[in-house]
């Protein structure tokens, strides 16, 4: 059973299009984050929710837009797809909000717009 | 504000030598601080962390790391490489008074030659 799992795992799409991408936990996690790893892997916090609630929103586009159905899934969609949002996107889950805490990591998204 | 700097983007070594990863925080309190290690097509997993106490600490796959408050470092160590510690390895920092999320460093790429 994987822990934190992200589909789909890749995804290729055009310019303009509105796309999602989906991530579970099942850990009984409290926190989950979405995590942008660029071409040069510097991996940078975009949202963070805790128990459904938005947390932190770093300087994010409005065209992304995460949302939580409940504490076990934290959904990234995406309007008006760019090039630049080509990346790899990892969801990630902690058991709480706390400096000390090890974050779950998916396996990523890798996310080309053509 | 707190940061993480580690130092060179590559690091190669022979299989069977020593592996030594640097990192280098920036803090104005007592941080905590994290290695991970991501293997090709695979999202982050933690190898150790630093709390409180002991400032050596001992991770999985024979790693390990000693925090040193006056070097403001938190290098990685490993005795003897293998072809199988092939991977990216980040370094993070948080620590009170900021977000509590970590700040991830730019990755280091551990290259093991047979």
């Known amino acids: 059973d994987t822990a934190v799992s992200q589909t789909p795992k890749y995804l290729v799409t055009q310019m303009g299009n509105d796309k999602s991408i989906k991530c579970e936990q099942n850990?009984?996690?409290?926190?989950m984050y979405w995590y942008k790893q660029d071409s040069k892997k510097f991996l940078k916090i975009m949202f963070s929710?805790?128990?459904?609630?938005?947390?932190i929103n770093e300087t994010v586009p409005n065209r992304f837009s995460p949302k939580s159905p409940d504490k076990a899934h934290l959904n990234l969609h995406i309007n008006s797809l760019e090039l630049g949002d080509s990346a790899v996107y990892f969801c990630?889950?902690?058991?709480?909000?706390?400096?000390?805490?090890?974050?779950?990591f998916g396996q990523g998204t890798r996310l080309t717009v053509v | 504000a707190q940061s993480v700097t580690q130092l060179g983007s590559h690091v190669s070594v022979s299989e069977g030598a020593l592996v030594l990863l640097r990192c280098n925080y920036s803090?104005?309190?007592?941080?905590?601080l994290f290695w991970y290690v991501q293997y090709p097509n695979q999202g982050l997993q933690l190898l150790l962390k630093y709390t409180t106490g002991a400032t050596l600490v001992k991770g999985i796959n024979g790693f390990e790391a000693e925090f040193k408050k006056s070097e403001t470092s938190f290098h990685l160590t490993k005795p003897s490489a293998h072809m199988s510690d092939a991977a990216e390895y980040f370094c993070?920092?948080?620590?009170?008074?900021?977000?509590?999320?970590?700040?991830f460093g730019r990755g280091t790429s551990l290259i093991v030659h047979p």
């Open positions: 990630a889950s902690s058991q709480e909000r706390g400096l000390d805490t090890e974050a779950f």
């Open positions: 929710y805790n128990n459904k609630e938005l947390i």
């Open positions: 803090s104005s309190v007592p941080p905590y």
């Open positions: 850990l009984g996690h409290d926190t």
């Open positions: 993070a920092v948080s620590s009170p008074g900021g977000s509590y999320i970590p700040t």
